[in-house]
């Protein structure tokens, strides 16, 4: 019998076995994309209805609001990361 072993190492870094706590900044990064995050659940949802039948104009509509808003999220999300980037206030 063969052993299996993993051929890569591990992406995350246990600390002497432990899980560690995400960090300030991880949970500020997180909560910067939580709009974008909120709107591609948004989506996610509004896609799901539709998986087993034809989509209805309402459908069609919640599909387009959907994504819309994940292309606004996006948007802010890049515009408030490239004016940090120039220095000024976000």
Known sequence: MENIAARQ???TVAVDGIDREPTAAELDAIEQ???VILAGVELLDAQII???RAPTE???RRLRR?????????RALADRAATA????AA
């Open 9 to 11: 190492t591990a992406v």
């Open 33 to 35: 994309e939580m709009p």
């Open 50 to 52: 539709t998986i087993d």
């Open 58 to 60: 309402l459908d069609a």
């Open 66 to 74: 959907a994504r819309r808003r994940v292309l606004a999220a996006r």
């Open 85 to 88: 980037q120039r220095g000024g």
